[in-house]
């Protein structure tokens, strides 16, 4: 399954907006694409606050029981904040330090990127041969280990984004 999923969308208060864009983002290298292909530009430009972090520094993380899919196991969240100029090159999600964590096969996990703003102008992401742009805040797309995907800001205001990692439970696999 992928697409928006518009009938699915989460609501999400300014409160809870101004606490994602005051995490403590980390400038963390991306993994996983060809490095070969893109400018050294682009493998540096990750910024994320996620699950992992917050357990290690003890943060709160209970106001984020809202992100969760209710029928995933294993869910990990990761707030990413793209600044101006940033992109995410074609790749595949390989999830390896999901799995080594949590024992999942790689083809049974699942990503949703949550828009967490309306769209603005210059925020793209595209998954396989789907471009997608004026989003809604809520609105997400959800792919498997296997579909490329890649994202961009070249506009002139921060995305603010949720990576969802999880497997869905068997019974809600459609």
Not at 65 to 76: A, I, L, S
Not at 95 to 105: E, G, I, L, S, V
């Amino acid at each position: 399954m992928s697409g928006l999923l518009k009938w699915d969308m989460l609501k999400i208060d300014e409160s809870t907006l101004q606490t994602i864009k005051n995490l403590d983002y980390r400038k963390e290298p991306h993994i996983g694409f060809d490095k070969t292909v893109y400018p050294e530009a682009c493998h540096k430009q990750n910024q994320h606050y996620n699950s992992g972090h917050a357990i290690k520094e003890g943060t709160d993380w209970a106001w984020t029981d809202m992100f969760v899919p209710k029928d995933w196991t294993d869910v990990g969240l990761a707030f990413d904040r793209a600044d101006p100029g940033y992109i995410i090159p074609w790749h595949t999600d390989h999830f390896a330090n999901y799995c080594n964590r949590f024992a999942h096969d790689r083809t049974k996990v699942k990503r949703r990127l949550v828009f967490l703003e309306d769209w603005k102008t210059g925020h793209y992401f595209q998954l396989e041969n789907d471009v997608y742009t004026y989003w809604r805040q809520g609105e997400y797309v959800e792919w498997s280990s296997e579909q490329a995907h890649m994202g961009a800001n070249v506009g002139p205001e921060p995305r603010y984004t949720l990576q969802i990692t999880g497997v869905p439970n068997e019974s809600s696999i459609t």
